[in-house]
């Protein structure tokens, strides 16, 4: 009876094997970062906010798995399980009834039995999207140069944009997002007369960038001056 015995057990290890059953979860630490910490002011409800999440050296194989929370906004988690040198993206919209209190948002990153935790915290005021008109047509004066000097890109006339309101009470200067499948631009204008009424873009690729990596500027909106180069911010506009 050993002798059977023995190829049975044999056997039954081998197809829990095959089968994944006892393979080892990668439990070694981790940490999350999360992009900004603040905002740049408040927020309003409806308004998009998009936090930025990646993983140090420590998930170079392993991928880590994103989820993230809030009882005063919708949350969308894009790219849910990362490694390093990827972008995970966190879109909290913050609801009507949010107006006037702080709203935190719950960030977590899991891999095997290893959780990472952070928190942010943001306030909302009242308010609604009076630029999105003007923003759009700032927008479209850019399309053309940026296809034909900068084709790698593939950001041409047909490429989808949805926009959301950002900084709502920055007022000289004003500041929009837009988001591709792609692409993230920062849109933003300075709202006087020429020769000083410039418009400015920057682009960050959304999967791997946690800042822009280009940018451009119309030097007068009324004067329908090209876009021209100009050096790209440190950071991400929030």
């Known amino acids: 009876m050993r002798s059977v015995r023995k190829p049975i057990c044999l056997l039954v290890t081998a197809l829990l094997l095959g089968s994944g059953c006892a393979q080892k979860q990668n439990d070694s630490p981790f940490k999350i970062t999360v992009i900004p910490q603040e905002l740049k002011g408040f927020s309003i409800p409806g308004q998009s906010i998009h936090y930025l999440v990646t993983v140090g050296e420590e998930a170079k194989k392993d991928s880590v798995a994103i989820t993230a929370s809030s009882s005063g906004a919708d949350v969308t988690v894009v790219r849910k399980d990362i490694i390093e040198g990827q972008v995970a993206e ?11 209190q702080p709203v935190t948002v719950d960030i977590e990153g899991t891999r095997g039995s290893v959780k990472d935790k952070k928190s942010v915290t943001f306030e ?24 034909e000097k900068h084709p790698e890109f593939k950001i041409n006339a047909d490429t989808k944009w949805t926009g959301t309101m950002v900084s709502p009470q920055w007022l000289v200067v004003s500041h929009y997002l837009f988001f591709s499948d792609e692409w993230e631009l920062h849109l933003e204008w300075h709202v006087m007369i020429a020769p000083n009424d410039w418009a400015r873009i920057d682009l960050r690729h959304r999967s791997d960038e946690t800042k822009p990596s280009s940018a451009f500027e119309i030097s007068s ?14 950071e991400i506009w929030r």
Do not use: H, N, W
Request: avoid cysteine; glycine fraction near 6%; charged fraction near 30%.
């Open 124 to 147: 909302v005021i009242e308010g609604e999207d009076d630029r999105k008109e003007y923003a759009e047509e700032l927008l479209k004066m850019f399309m053309p140069f940026l296809a």
């Open 90 to 100: 966190i879109i909290v919209v913050p609801k009507a009834e949010s107006s006037g």
């Open 221 to 234: 909106v009324s004067g329908k001056t090209s876009p021209i180069p100009i050096e790209v911010p440190t």
